[in-house]
């Protein structure tokens, strides 16, 4: 097995016991177990408890973000890509149950204030995809020409917050709310005589 593999591995096997114990409450040994692993094999790829946690929760947010780009390189239509983006985006964390349960234990590591976050360069390469397409839509002529720059964070800001009030709040189902969200954005409120 290929290191970069081995790594994977340990990475969802790390996110399976962080979200089921919480990063205070899990221990090494218990993520070392979970592999058939000793201890100090399992040092041998990552520095400690935190590196580990750190790098794992890193690799759920990457394969959330691959999963989302996925689902967009299907789509030839701006408009089908935007809204492809915004429902694989909301709808992940209900398939990726071991990373949802982090997120739950963890709300820090998905914070609404950006000077908060420290994962910043992986959120920022999300947005950076919602630039994309609102750049694109534009240039297309399919989408009103915006402030693409504060457009991109209003829209992350809120989908943030639709991500913690559903899943880590474990508010009732928000998938009406999120379809009313993206139906508001992309046809607007007012109406057109």
Request: aromatic share 12%; with cysteine; glycine share 4%.
């Given at each position: 097995?290929?290191?970069?593999?081995?790594?994977?591995?340990?990475?969802?096997?790390?996110?399976?016991?962080?979200?089921?114990?919480?990063?205070?409450?899990?221990?090494?040994?218990?993520?070392?177990?979970?592999?058939?692993?000793?201890?100090?094999?399992?040092?041998?790829?990552?520095?400690?408890?935190?590196d580990l946690y750190d790098k794992a929760v890193a690799y759920g947010m990457l394969?959330?973000?691959?999963?989302?780009?996925?689902?967009?390189?299907?789509?030839?239509?701006?408009?089908?890509?935007?809204?492809?983006?915004?429902?694989?985006?909301?709808?992940?964390?209900?398939?990726?149950?071991?990373?949802?349960?982090?997120?739950?234990?963890?709300?820090?590591?998905?914070?609404?204030?950006?000077?908060?976050?420290?994962?910043?360069?992986?959120?920022?390469?999300?947005?950076?995809?919602?630039?994309?397409?609102?750049?694109?839509?534009?240039?297309?002529?399919?989408?009103?020409?915006?402030?693409?720059?504060?457009?991109?964070?209003?829209?992350?800001?809120?989908?943030?917050?639709?991500?913690?009030?559903?899943?880590?709040?474990?508010?009732?189902?928000?998938?009406?709310?999120?379809?009313?969200?993206?139906?508001?954005?992309?046809?607007?409120?007012?109406?057109?005589?």
């Amino acid at each position: 097995m290929e290191k970069q593999d081995k790594l994977y591995e340990i990475y969802k096997a790390a996110l399976k016991v962080f979200g089921a114990y919480g990063f205070k409450k899990a221990t090494v040994e218990d993520i070392a177990e979970e592999l058939n692993l000793t201890k100090g094999a399992l040092y041998q790829y990552v520095e400690s408890k935190k590196d580990l946690y750190d790098k794992a929760v890193a690799y759920g947010m990457l394969q959330w973000q691959d999963r989302v780009r996925e689902a967009i390189s299907h789509e030839d239509d701006i408009e089908k890509q935007f809204k492809t983006m915004c429902y694989k985006a909301f709808e992940y964390l209900s398939e990726d149950c071991d990373f949802r349960r982090v997120l739950v234990k963890d709300p820090s590591i998905f914070p609404i204030f950006f000077s908060q976050d420290p994962y910043k360069d992986i959120n920022n390469n999300s947005m950076n995809l919602l630039s994309e397409i609102l750049n694109a839509g534009i240039k297309e002529n399919r989408f009103r020409n915006v402030n693409i720059e504060l457009v991109t964070r209003l829209m992350f800001s809120i989908y943030k917050l639709f991500i913690i009030e559903t899943y880590v709040l474990e508010e009732e189902s928000h998938q009406p709310m999120i379809e009313e969200l993206v139906e508001l954005i992309t046809e607007g409120l007012f109406l057109h005589h």
